[in-house]
């Protein structure tokens, strides 16, 4: 999983610039509890204050009183002051833990969020005022939540989720029956057993222990994904945990419906569990449904937003919000509608929007789920503070040691089931980690939050043991996996990045095994997936991707991706890259191409000038014409296009361009036999899409190919060596005045390789300066999600 | 799993199971299947893989049929295609996609690993050269890409002169611009796929056939 942090913890900040954060975010806290602490009903108080300020002014026309020239009003703007006011200090507290990088190595962001929010809930207590209802449920499962869990749908990976499918849905179904079941009965059975004194666990029934026995062995996935996050696990354990804990709400959704409404009739006939089982798959099956169908109508909307790019996240936003809310409404599980939603439109969306969407969309998820996280934690510390507690030690340490238990048994056993399936097996090593790495969070607590006082008179008991727990599963577990996961030597995450020769094994190896597995007649799981992936190109692209993008297969698609990335990094850093690999390396295409017997006769006496005269000139006046038309382009900035105009800098670029152009020729002129990688052909529509895909006006070069027989020049041919890369010549005769240039005009190429000389060589490996972005993706950072390809 | 099991003590099983590392339900399925697709015939020959349907949309049909009767795969160390294969050569090549028991020592793991993308090398490298020069590369792109319609010539080559350009810079590091670099060889794959963890990926399960009725 990405990682959500982009901020580097600064090596070299002193002590004084540490001290003074740390001093205003003190500050803050302290002014942000005296009005959070007053705040009882906002709602009520606000609508009371406007009746009475209309009811003053009217009286306010009789008695006339100076103009107040400066008021205070604070209920007018209490609410969202008060919601700026939290997400500004959750925002603040996850600045303020990089500061101090040891500490983030030792402890977890999650322990310490909460630690935070015990402080501010102590605080706000301390003042005598009363802390405000945050972890409402309301609250959370319509607004923290899913930020989260769209995240994590819109992002998973899934190619190694599909394959794990049946072993994720194992342990999120069945584990969490038997951990509910085994909970909830043996706890039942435990609060019977007390002889001496007859204290009030005599009173708790079957039903409600195996409610809360429902609550509280759902793993939860946002302690997951916080914990799992730095301890950057291998990708199998990683989508097992992960995926179980997304996969079992719909089990939680039914359980706890089922109990909650039997608890007040006291029994379950044997129909009831029977309708509980098909609860499950309607539940289940629904919310998939109708994320799935959000999903297609998002995907089909994106299809036609070529001309209006800027809306283009919203609608991924909103209609997987509207997936949640939707499944939420019929009682389905929201959590799976999500993530049906978000993994069903994202290979269409993403082969329909443009780049800028896309960087948008990433943002904008990772920043609103890694705001949510925080808030939600030190929500949980301030609702601990808050919540009303009734301490029962038995009960407390017997739910503790229970939930591990059942927890180590059921993973146990399910493994030895699950074994017999799979072909690469889990070793002990693996069960161990999936074990300890059930974490419990904020859910259990808010579905405890639920409960009815009124049937549940045990219900703050209910809440101290899920406190109890989910504290005890995110420090002591949170804390010690990372260990544990060195001393275990549990394989970690690869960070290699993609290279292409990886993608053609991938797809190489699939239609391998996929012809095994037919020779041997077994209809395994590369065969369904080959039929999916068949029907995916025939019909569903067909629909869902607009325009030329629709029959791209998927490994031209990996590579023009992977070309354009280098283009950006190469924009950015100067142009000192080489491509694929970072490794510096002065092979080239030249040492690649086989040699033809005939050439090596006379190499020193080859003319400089391969191109016939003829093609020279066309070449030459195909890019005047190109420039001048981009000069032209109109320079107007509106709303809806949101031309990131490269050229709007000014007349500095027209003389550099002039510039190059003469350089240009001047490199024509004396050409070297110089083979670089080719281009994709220019009228690619990937390339034309890159190219400055937000605007509309983007200017094409196809329509000269109609007039001028060029451009498609052949490159890498074996019969023509010696041709050149048109368009990488210009680019590299820019490359000249590094200092100067300032975009990348020409769209996205692989860079020539090496130099014509080898002075220019030494003098590229010099420190590159910065160029502007003119693209405006905040920077290639570590992100491997990006490079999986569009469809498994 | 195995309704159909042979006795499971035949004696050519015992050498199979020993050679191959199948187990003996594991090994009359496959014979079952084997004399289905030889029509019960002793040998396989190429038409035989033809007539599977499910083959013929394969891009890389051809060149797992070659694997089949590619001697390199026979682990016998010889070379150069066979015009038919007896159940045991089958055998032989089926296995190179079982996997790594799970109470294998790193060591044989590697062992695992060299053999899988041994196999995969020698499908790469038709012409037995032990090297997998800038044609057979292309060749095998073009292959991939061969369903997808309107496709331009030039994009299959760049992607391989991408690909070779790859490998020539993590294996080679430094070259003279007159220099050539012959093409892939065995150790340069080997270190060019090392983070593929190909054990992992080149499995197939063998349990059970699920074709209902003769493929024909």
Not at chain 1, 84 to 112: D, N, Q, T, Y
Not at chain 1, 212 to 228: H, M, N, Q, T, Y
Not at chain 2, 60 to 67: L, V, Y
Request: hydrophobic share 40%; aromatic share 10%; proline share 6%.
């Amino acid at each position: 999983m990405p990682s959500r942090r982009d901020s580097h913890s600064p090596a070299g900040k002193s002590l004084l610039e540490r001290g003074l954060l740390l001093l205003i975010v003190l500050v803050l806290l302290q002014g942000s509890v005296l009005p959070l602490g007053a705040a009882s009903s906002p709602d009520t108080s606000h609508n009371d204050n406007l009746d009475n300020h209309q009811v003053t002014d009217e009286r306010n026309n009789y008695t006339k009183k100076p103009f107040p020239v400066l008021a205070l009003d604070y209920h007018h703007i209490q609410t969202p002051f008060e919601i700026a006011l939290w997400v500004l200090l959750a925002s603040l507290m996850k600045l303020g833990f990089h500061l101090i990088p040891r500490l983030s190595g030792i402890v977890p962001e999650s322990c310490l969020l909460i630690t935070v929010g015990l402080l501010v809930g102590g605080l706000i207590k301390l003042a005598g005022e009363d802390v405000p209802p945050v972890l409402d449920s309301r609250l959370f499962f319509l607004c923290l939540l899913p930020p989260i869990i769209l995240d994590a749908g819109y992002f998973l990976p899934i190619r190694p989720f599909m394959e794990n499918l049946g072993t994720i849905l194992m342990f999120a179904v069945v584990g969490t029956l038997w951990n509910a079941f085994f909970i909830g009965g043996l706890l039942y059975a435990v609060c019977q057993i007390q002889p001496a004194n007859p204290s009030i666990l005599h009173n708790i029934e079957l039903l409600p222990c195996l409610l809360f026995g429902s609550i509280i062995s759902a793993v939860d996935p946002v302690a997951v994904l916080a914990v799992f996050e730095e301890i950057h696990i291998n990708e199998l354990l990683h989508i097992l945990v992960f995926g179980e804990s997304l996969l079992n709400d719909a089990v939680t959704v039914v359980l706890y419906h089922l109990f909650e409404e039997y608890s007040g009739a006291g029994k379950v006939t044997v129909m009831d569990g029977f309708l509980g089982i098909i609860s499950f798959l309607v539940v289940a099956l629904g919310g998939i449904l109708v994320g799935a169908i959000y999903g297609i109508l998002a995907a089909f909307t994106s299809r036609f937003t070529s001309h209006v790019r800027v809306i283009e996240p919203l609608f991924v936003f909103v209609y997987s919000y509207m997936a949640y809310l939707s499944a939420e409404m019929f009682h389905l599980s929201g959590i799976m509608a999500l993530i049906a939603c978000g993994a069903t439109m994202r290979p269409y969306v993403e082969a329909n929007i443009s780049h800028k969407s896309h960087t948008t969309i990433k943002y904008f998820l990772k920043m609103w789920s890694s705001v949510s996280e925080t808030l939600i934690f030190i929500f949980l510390g301030v609702a601990t503070v808050d919540g009303p507690h009734s301490w029962n030690w038995t009960f407390v340490t017997v739910t503790v040691i229970l939930c591990l238990v059942s927890r180590v048994i059921g993973v146990v056993g399910l493994t030895y089931v699950i074994n017999k399936f799979r072909i690469v097996k889990l070793t002990t090593k693996d069960q161990f980690i999936i074990a300890y790495g059930g974490l419990r969070g904020a859910i259990a607590f808010s579905l405890g939050f639920l409960l009815d006082k009124n049937l549940f008179p045990m219900r703050e008991m209910f809440l101290t043991a899920i406190i109890t727990v989910v504290f005890f599963t995110v420090f002591v577990q949170g804390m010690t996996i990372k260990p544990l996961v060195e001393l275990l030597a549990v394989k970690k995450k690869q960070e290699a990045k993609r290279t292409i020769n990886e993608e053609i094994h991938t797809q190489f190896l699939d239609h391998l095994l996929t012809g095994i597995e037919d020779i041997c007649g077994h209809y395994g799981h590369h065969h369904w997936k080959d039929k999916l992936n068949r029907f995916n190109k025939k019909y569903v692209k067909k629909c869902l991707i607009a325009g030329e993008r629709s029959k791209e297969p998927q490994l031209i698609a990996f590579y023009h991706k992977m070309e354009f990335k280098q283009a950006i990094e190469q924009v950015e850093s100067g142009g000192g890259v080489k491509m694929p690999s970072a490794v510096p390396s002065t092979v080239s295409m030249q040492n690649i191409q086989p040699k033809k017997a005939p050439a090596p006769a006379k190499p020193a006496e080859k003319a400089p000038s391969q191109l016939p005269k003829g093609r020279e000139e066309e070449i030459r006046k195909i890019l005047r014409s190109n420039l001048q038309r981009t000069r032209m382009r109109l320079r107007s900035y509106n709303r809806h296009t949101l031309v990131a105009d490269p050229f709007e800098d000014g007349f500095g670029d027209l003389l550099i361009k002039k510039q190059k152009m003469i350089e240009l020729e001047k490199k024509i002129k004396d050409m070297n036999n110089y083979l670089t990688v080719p281009a994709a052909p220019p009228d690619s529509p990937t390339m034309c899409r890159a190219r400055l895909a937000s605007d509309p006006q983007a200017f094409r070069t196809k329509p000269e190919s109609d007039s001028v027989p060029t451009i498609q020049v052949d490159l890498a041919s074996p019969q023509s060596p010696d041709s050149v890369n048109v368009m990488d010549e210009f680019r590299r005769a820019g490359q000249e005045q590094r200092g100067e240039e300032r975009e990348d005009e020409q769209g996205l190429m692989m860079r020539p390789p090496s130099r014509p000389h080898r002075s220019g060589e030494a003098a590229d490996g010099k420190d590159p300066q910065k160029l502007t972005r003119c693209l405006s993706d905040p920077g290639p950072s570590a992100d491997e999600e990006e490079d999986e390809p569009f469809l498994p | 799993m195995g309704a159909l099991q042979s006795s499971p003590g035949q004696p050519e099983y015992v050498d199979l199971a020993k050679k191959t590392g199948f187990s003996f339900s594991q090994i009359s399925v496959l014979h079952k299947r084997f004399l289905q697709l030889s029509h019960n015939g002793e040998t396989l020959q190429r038409d035989h893989f033809n007539s599977i349907p499910d083959l013929a949309c394969n891009p890389i049909r051809s060149q797992i049929i070659e694997a089949f009767f590619d001697r390199r795969n026979f682990r016998q160390n010889g070379e150069g295609p066979v015009e038919e294969i007896r159940f045991e050569e089958f055998l032989v090549v089926m296995s190179h996609f079982k996997p790594p028991s799970p109470r294998f020592v790193e060591e044989q793991r590697e062992r695992v690993r060299r053999e899988k993308l041994r196999f995969i090398f020698n499908m790469h490298d038709t012409d037995n050269d032990g090297t997998i020069t800038l044609d057979e590369y292309r060749h095998v792109v073009d292959e991939l890409l061969s369903l997808s319609e309107a496709l331009e010539k030039d994009t299959a080559k760049s992607i391989a002169d991408a690909a070779m350009l790859e490998v020539a810079s993590t294996s080679m590091g430094h070259m003279e611009p007159d220099e050539f670099y012959e093409g892939i060889t065995f150790e340069h794959f080997l270190k060019l796929l090392k983070g593929f963890e190909i054990e992992l990926k080149m499995n197939v399960h063998f349990s059970h056939m699920d074709t209902p009725t003769f493929f024909k």
